[in-house]
């Protein structure tokens, strides 16, 4: 069992990092942490996660999910990376899971993966309006799972994403 966490290379959500990753760790799920480059990254809230492989260098074959973490980072590194789209759309057509909280969700959309879904996001009206366009049905709940997507609200909500996530994987 393994899963790839994505974070932005600066601003990312701590809690949205840390906490689900203190859940996979609790139910031996093994986890490596990718962005868009490699070295040091800091959250908005200062914690630090260094980084060794970038999403470029991401081989579905080796994971079973792939989460994408949220924060004010993701809009500016995330929302529009072509190689990240294109990873989350081989993930979901290989019926892996594929999850994302805050603000991420809309990556989700993005990548065509929520229309006709039930998905959740940060209370953002961009983010909002990104999964509505792509024709995800929104919800404000703190964690839907719908299929093989899982998408978190916020912050508030990270341990119960990740523990969604853990019960997804059958963990």
Same mark, same amino acid.
């Given at each position: 069992?393994? #899963? ?139 964690? #839907? ?27």
């Amino acid at each position: 069992m393994a #899963i790839v966490m994505v974070i932005a290379p600066e601003k990312f959500r701590d809690e949205e990092l840390f906490e689900p990753l203190q859940v996979f760790q609790s139910k031996n799920i093994a986890t490596q942490v990718v962005s868009t480059t490699t070295g040091q990254h800091k959250g908005v809230l200062g914690r630090v996660m260094t980084t060794t492989k970038t999403i470029e260098e991401v081989n579905p074959d080796d994971f079973d999910a792939i989460v994408i973490v949220g924060g004010g980072g993701s809009r500016d590194y995330l929302w529009n990376n072509e190689k990240l789209l294109e990873l989350l759309k081989e993930f979901n057509s290989m019926g892996k899971i594929t999850a994302a909280i805050c603000i991420s969700p809309a990556v989700l959309a993005q990548a065509g993966l929520l229309t006709g879904k039930k998905a959740t996001v940060f209370p953002d009206d961009e983010a909002i309006a990104v999964l509505q366009q792509k024709g995800a049905i929104y919800l404000d709940e703190a964690v #839907i799972l719908d299929g093989t997507v899982i998408t978190g609200r916020n912050p508030d909500a990270a341990k119960e994403f990740g523990l969604k996530i853990a019960e997804a994987l059958g963990k």
